[in-house]
């Protein structure tokens, strides 16, 4: 008698096809962690760097630019979130969204020192205190303000 092979076919393979199993890994493939590891550390000294050039420019990019690439690092290779269900970057990409008109909503009163109706005054006496103590100490050295030798022997 002849016996036949009844195995099941999955999408078209057979359950015991090494190419099929393969198949399901190369969708996220492996990641060498350690090498994004190391491209997050050479961005972090260079965006420790970048502001000691105090240029603007150079420091907002470092800041943010390089900011915004390790943050899409991470989120790529460490926390798969392309390979998660649609749902969770539906729930990102909300709560992004809301953060986002958190601060368009807040940041005009948080930028400013006044307002319609209200004053900001210990701030505005903060940033009165730091421009006097820059135009004081033009290259930023010299001995700090007797007042913020006070403030810190208040224990404030």
């Not at 590891?37 to 502001?51: C, D, E, H, N, Q």
């Not at 307002?115 to 009165?128: L, M």
């Amino acid at each position: 008698m002849a016996t036949h092979n009844k195995s099941k076919k999955v999408s078209g393979k057979s359950p015991k096809s090494k190419k099929g199993h393969q198949h399901g890994h190369a969708e996220h493939g492996h990641v060498d962690y350690i090498t994004i590891w190391k491209y997050l550390v050479i961005l972090l000294v260079a965006s420790v760097v970048g502001p000691m050039f105090e240029i603007q420019a150079l420091t907002l990019l470092t800041a943010f630019g390089i900011a915004f690439v390790k943050a899409y690092l991470v989120i790529k290779h460490f926390m798969h979130l392309p390979l998660e269900k649609k749902y969770v970057t539906y729930f990102v990409g909300t709560a992004l969204i809301f953060m986002l008109l958190f601060y368009a909503g807040v940041s005009g009163d948080v930028m400013n020192h006044t307002g319609r109706n209200w004053s900001n005054v210990a701030a505005k006496q903060e940033t009165e205190r730091a421009l006097k103590h820059i135009a004081a100490n033009p290259h930023g050295h010299g001995a700090p303000d007797a007042d913020a030798d006070s403030d810190s022997d208040s224990g404030h």
